[in-house]
């Protein structure tokens, strides 16, 4: 069994209306190269200087907001499974969204929705300080998701560096993961590429990791280097500079191979 997917790779900014237009843009673009499985990367529709912008534009689930509904409606146009890597959803908790991870189906419909665990509350040592809790309510489910092709794990960005989120997801199924990000600069520089391989490797399952590109803001700046990486930590396909695509095809008898040569998977003791 064979799957094409493709990551996005997005400069967004703070205009929610073209960022959601360059999105289905993008979306199209990878279905007519194949894509089944199409990608977006965190904050593909909003990465804006103010933190309020998130709230003003926190979306609906049921019934759909206006980003949702929006990408429905591309999903359903594109015929494709499509991943909205992060977007801000209404969350409880006053001043704070949770930053949704959602899968829709070709028909359009809401497949799952995993809110991002792990937030980024760093200060990093290029001066810049990023402090995700202050507007965004954390999530508690672990997500692995029916698709056609076996179980997707679904993270957002941070998470990554996470294992135990992975390997949670592994033992619950998924063949596949996906981490749409907005890694910044100067952390992706170093460790996005190491990462990305690490969990793949360690889990056998095909990451897919959309990412942002380049500089959004006065304040924010990021790596880059989507990437499809197979489960022996081969990279199948990676996006260059700017906004595109990483396009690979993802063999399942070749994830079999792996897990039967390698059977780390049925040899964990902890």
Same mark, same amino acid.
């Given at each position: 069994?064979?799957?094409?997917?493709? !990551?996005?790779?997005?400069?967004?900014?703070?205009?929610?209306?073209?960022?959601?237009? =360059?999105?289905?843009? /993008?979306?199209?673009r990878a279905r007519a190269r194949g894509a089944e499985l199409v990608v977006l990367p965190e904050n593909f529709a909003l990465l804006a200087e103010r933190e309020?912008?998130?709230?003003?534009? !926190?979306? #609906?689930?049921?019934?759909?907001?206006?980003?949702?509904?929006?990408?429905?409606?591309?999903?359903?146009?594109?015929?494709?499974?499509?991943? /909205?890597?992060?977007?801000?959803?209404? @969350? &409880?908790?006053?001043?704070?969204?949770?930053?949704?991870?959602?899968?829709? @189906?070709?028909? %359009?419909?809401?497949? +799952? =929705?995993?809110?991002?665990?792990?937030?980024? +509350?760093?200060?990093? &040592? +290029?001066?810049?300080?990023?402090?995700?809790?202050?507007?965004?309510?954390?999530?508690?489910?672990? *997500?692995?998701?029916?698709? &056609?092709? %076996?179980?997707?794990?679904?993270?957002?960005?941070?998470? /990554?560096?996470?294992?135990e989120l992975y390997r949670a997801q592994s033992k619950a199924g998924a063949q596949m993961a996906v981490v749409p990000a907005a890694f910044t600069l100067h952390? %992706?520089?170093?460790?996005? *590429?190491?990462l990305v391989r690490a969990r793949a490797i360690e889990n056998q399952l095909f990451v897919i990791a959309a990412a942002q590109f380049g500089r959004h803001n006065?304040?924010?700046?990021?790596?880059? *280097?989507?990437?499809?990486? +197979? &489960?022996?930590?081969?990279?199948?396909?990676? #996006?260059?500079? %700017?906004?595109?695509?990483?396009?690979?095809?993802?063999?399942?008898?070749?994830?079999?191979?792996?897990?039967?040569?390698?059977?780390?998977?049925?040899? =964990?003791?902890?």
């Amino acid at each position: 069994m064979r799957l094409v997917a493709a !990551a996005v790779q997005m400069t967004s900014g703070g205009e929610l209306g073209r960022n959601l237009d =360059r999105a289905a843009e /993008l979306v199209l673009r990878a279905r007519a190269r194949g894509a089944e499985l199409v990608v977006l990367p965190e904050n593909f529709a909003l990465l804006a200087e103010r933190e309020e912008a998130k709230l003003q534009h !926190a979306d #609906a689930i049921d019934p759909p907001g206006e980003i949702l509904s929006r990408m429905m409606e591309v999903a359903r146009q594109a015929g494709a499974w499509v991943v /909205l890597g992060g977007m801000p959803e209404r @969350a &409880p908790e006053a001043g704070h969204v949770y930053n949704t991870c959602a899968l829709l @189906a070709p028909d %359009g419909s809401l497949r +799952d =929705r995993y809110r991002k665990i792990h937030l980024f +509350d760093v200060a990093i &040592p +290029d001066g810049a300080t990023y402090h995700e809790s202050k507007s965004v309510s954390p999530g508690d489910e672990v *997500h692995v998701s029916a698709t &056609p092709w %076996g179980g997707l794990g679904l993270s957002v960005c941070y998470d /990554l560096r996470f294992p135990e989120l992975y390997r949670a997801q592994s033992k619950a199924g998924a063949q596949m993961a996906v981490v749409p990000a907005a890694f910044t600069l100067h952390t %992706g520089k170093d460790h996005w *590429h190491v990462l990305v391989r690490a969990r793949a490797i360690e889990n056998q399952l095909f990451v897919i990791a959309a990412a942002q590109f380049g500089r959004h803001n006065a304040k924010r700046v990021t790596y880059g *280097h989507s990437l499809i990486v +197979d &489960p022996w930590g081969t990279v199948l396909a990676e #996006a260059g500079d %700017g906004e595109g695509l990483a396009v690979a095809e993802l063999d399942f008898d070749r994830l079999a191979e792996v897990r039967r040569e390698v059977p780390c998977l049925q040899h =964990r003791r902890l």
